[in-house]
């Protein structure tokens, strides 16, 4: 590991938090339904101020139970959770399926899901992805790819083997799902390094997301858990402003 090289990265502790380095700007994103009532977009809420302890770093919870979410209060201490890392470190690619279309593959590697369903909110991305790049279809599909938080969906050009996707700065966002009176996981995007308790890394991504509810049977990563857990920080979900 070097750090040197790493203005952002994320510590998971072994019995706690996670450890936040480089003071990304962290942001609640609130998804918002369409008028059929399925996910749509992602509407800016609170943004947290931080002050990093003296080594630089900031804690945010990882077990579900602090009183001041997202940040951990040494809650976790006395916590019923199972802190374990049981991700195995498989790249995404050497688990996911591909769905090749005309002109473009999805890429879906299902243990990462999170159900927040853009994927299914103009047709299925499994089916639009057998759509030409001219095509309303096309558009359909790169709106759900590209608003799947976890990385559970990817796009890449058959032609020149690239990945398809929005590029995030490096931030992480603060999922809440108000219409299902849940939140979500912590979504970290960007390509933020996320580094193991034994110090070794998990692959880069631009998006992913990691469990904050404390029941993920993937830890770090979310696997939808907290909507079964009705898992909720209890924060304000008025929001504010689209981002898109
Ligand atoms: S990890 Fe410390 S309160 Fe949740």
């Not at 639009?128 to 095509?135: A, C, E, I, Q």
Request: hydrophobic share 25%.
């Amino acid at each position: 590991m070097e750090e040197d090289n790493m203005t952002y990265y994320i510590k998971v502790k072994a019995d706690g938090p996670y450890l936040v380095y480089g003071n990304p700007p962290i942001d609640q994103e609130i998804i918002r339904p369409n008028e059929d009532g399925k996910a749509w977009l992602y509407e800016k809420g609170i943004h947290f101020e931080t002050e990093p302890k003296e080594d630089g770093h900031i804690s945010l919870c990882r077990c579900g139970v602090s009183k001041n979410p997202p940040f951990c209060d040494g809650s976790h201490r006395h916590a019923q959770w199972d802190p374990k890392e049981t991700d195995n470190k498989k790249e995404f690619v050497d688990e996911a399926k591909k769905y090749p279309g005309p002109e473009y593959t999805l890429e879906d590697n299902s243990k990462f899901c999170i159900h927040a369903q853009f994927c299914t909110t103009s047709g299925l991305a499994w089916a639009l992805v057998r759509k030409k790049s001219d095509t309303e279809g096309h558009e359909k599909l790169l709106h759900e790819v590209c608003h799947c938080a976890s990385g559970r969906l990817m796009l890449r050009n058959n032609s020149t083997g690239e990945i398809i996707d929005k590029p995030f700065p490096p931030s992480i966002g603060i999922i809440e799902q108000p219409e299902l009176k849940i939140s979500g996981p912590i979504w970290v995007k960007g390509g933020i390094t996320i580094i193991d308790e034994d110090g070794k890394e998990y692959e880069i991504r631009n998006r992913v997301t990691l469990c904050r509810c404390g029941k993920s049977k993937n830890k770090p990563f979310c696997d939808a858990s907290h909507i079964g857990e009705k898992y909720n920080d209890g924060l304000p979900t008025d929001g504010g402003s689209e981002i898109w």
